[in-house]
């Protein structure tokens, strides 16, 4: 068996009298008593997030209000809780196709990120949405209409995705 | 002694209870806010003013639990244990005085003290002594292992530090020549404080109290890492705020003790200087009463946050092996200097 010795660290004189040292313990904690709170009064303060943030994944709308995504199904096939259902459809505009149905069921979504990072028209981004508390299950499957964000709001996240592709 | 004597003595007793259970109730508040304060937090503030209201709703809430009791109890003895802790938490305070002066109302004379006897040290040593039966009881009647075994912790680490306590008494004692409490105070007239008086009896009367109460770094009993929650383990509701209000009732009771004994109770040093009508003798040691216990209270709830719990071996060492020498040393020395004097 092999062995370590830790050298054990020697207690002066006062150290081993106990009260001085209590009483230096006890300025310090005097002393924190008046620094500056770190508490954030949350639900009037809120946090912003910083743009690498990976809050609830959203839809981006363009500013003619037409939703980015071609249903390619890219985003449901890498999903791995399978929180994505697509279903796609057929549009006369210029992309040709475009989603008829797009849900993502937020009780299943880790915010691992796969589906933006696989996207490849940047349709579905993370926003910055950290807030997610439902009394029901439907309430949890966010549907198109409650997907699509104004691509405006999404600028930081989209600005970041492209500085670090 | 006739009617209206054992009226204003209840009167006195329902005060002083009033008092206690309003101040276990702000108690909780400060201990939370200064707790905050220490790990720069900002603590309650959310149920009334600054969060002062916030011990009343948790009572509130507390006290609309179901009250378990578990099948395996003894629900005799379960049911008499927090009763014990409260009874005795509540009655040492009868012989403290809070002020010295006597005021007359309705043709009588009234002393500022619920019970002025002359045994009154030894009152106070032998009720906090049955304290530790209510945490004992509760520990064994509760028949889980975790309870047992912070019953048995509580009651190894009362009856350690109950004999340093004792000891570090007498050197009171034998100053002022007296048990009882008003001849201490009035003993320790101007600055001669017993503090000053006895500086090492004073550590480890202090230290002592912190373990007979059961207060960081002593609460061994209730360690939650390692006994869940120690002797209270299987209380809820009623039973269990009755435990609660015990300890934050010994808090004040210890800190009312140390500063009768040792911070010079209501005195106030040069207050005769002033000539000082009676009303504004009383109202002053009054005060000066209760800032001391403040402060006496605010240093317990400092330590918790400041110091980490002893291990047990530690605990008993530094009972037997530290303290008790030291009240030992602090008697004969005492002793000595009395006797050359």
Request: overall charge negative; aromatic content about 12%; charged content about 20%.
């Amino acid at each position: 068996m092999s062995s370590t010795t830790v050298n054990k660290y020697e207690l002066t004189f006062w150290e081993k009298l106990y009260v001085p040292e209590i009483l230096k313990g006890m300025k310090l904690t005097l002393e924190q008593m008046f620094r500056k709170k770190e508490t954030r009064q949350y639900p009037e303060e809120k946090w912003v997030p910083p743009a690498s943030f990976r809050g609830a994944p959203v839809l981006v709308q363009e500013e003619n209000g037409v939703e980015r995504c071609v249903a390619c199904g890219l985003c449901s096939r890498v999903c791995p809780a399978l929180a994505i259902e697509v279903q796609a459809a057929e549009t006369s505009d210029e992309k040709e196709r475009f989603p008829a149905l797009f849900e993502i069921n937020m009780l299943r979504c880790i915010f691992c990120g796969f589906c933006e990072e696989v996207c490849p028209e940047e349709a579905i981004v993370m926003s910055q949405t950290y807030e997610m508390a439902f009394t029901k299950y439907e309430d949890a499957i966010f549907n198109k209409e409650r997907l699509l964000t104004p691509v405006e709001q999404l600028r930081p996240r989209l600005e970041y995705l492209r500085a670090h592709r | 002694m006739d009617l209206t004597d054992i009226l204003i003595t209840l009167a006195k007793i329902v005060i002083v209870f009033g008092i206690v259970l309003f101040t276990v109730a702000e108690l909780v508040y400060t201990e939370r806010k200064i707790s905050a304060w220490i790990q720069n937090r900002i603590g309650p503030n959310r149920v009334g003013w600054r969060g002062l209201l916030q011990p009343y709703a948790d009572v509130i809430k507390l006290l609309l639990k179901e009250d378990i009791v578990p099948v395996a109890a003894n629900r005799f003895i379960h049911t008499l244990a927090p009763i014990i802790s409260i009874v005795v938490a509540m009655s040492t305070l009868a012989v403290v005085p809070f002020a010295g002066a006597s005021f007359t109302l309705f043709d009588r004379e009234i002393t500022l003290v619920i019970a002025d006897v002359n045994i009154g040290i030894l009152y106070i040593l032998a009720l906090t002594s049955m304290g530790v039966y209510g945490l004992t009881l509760s520990g064994w009647s509760s028949n889980n292992k975790y309870s047992l075994l912070g019953g048995l912790r509580s009651s190894a680490q009362m009856i350690s530090y109950e004999l340093a306590m004792g000891l570090s008494v007498i050197g009171v004692v034998m100053v002022a020549g007296s048990l009882q409490l008003t001849k201490i105070v009035e003993h320790q007239s101007g600055w001669m404080w017993n503090m000053v008086l006895q500086p090492v009896g004073f550590i480890t009367f202090v230290v002592a109290s912190f373990a007979e109460t059961n207060r960081a770094p002593f609460d061994l009993p209730e360690a939650e890492p390692e006994l869940v929650g120690g002797y209270h383990t299987e209380y809820s509701s009623f039973k269990f705020a009755l435990f609660f209000l015990a300890e934050y009732a010994n808090m004040i009771t210890a800190s009312a003790v140390i500063t009768t004994l040792y911070l010079g109770g209501w005195q106030v040093p040069y207050l005769e200087l002033l000539n000082l009508p009676v009303w504004a003798n009383v109202i002053a040691q009054l005060l000066a009463f209760v800032l001391k216990v403040a402060f006496m209270l605010f240093v317990f709830q400092w330590v918790r946050w400041t110091v980490p719990r002893f291990r047990y071996d530690q605990l008993m060492d530094l009972g037997w092996k530290v303290m008790l020498p030291i009240a030992l040393a602090n008697v004969v020395v005492t002793a000595a200097v009395l006797l050359l004097m």
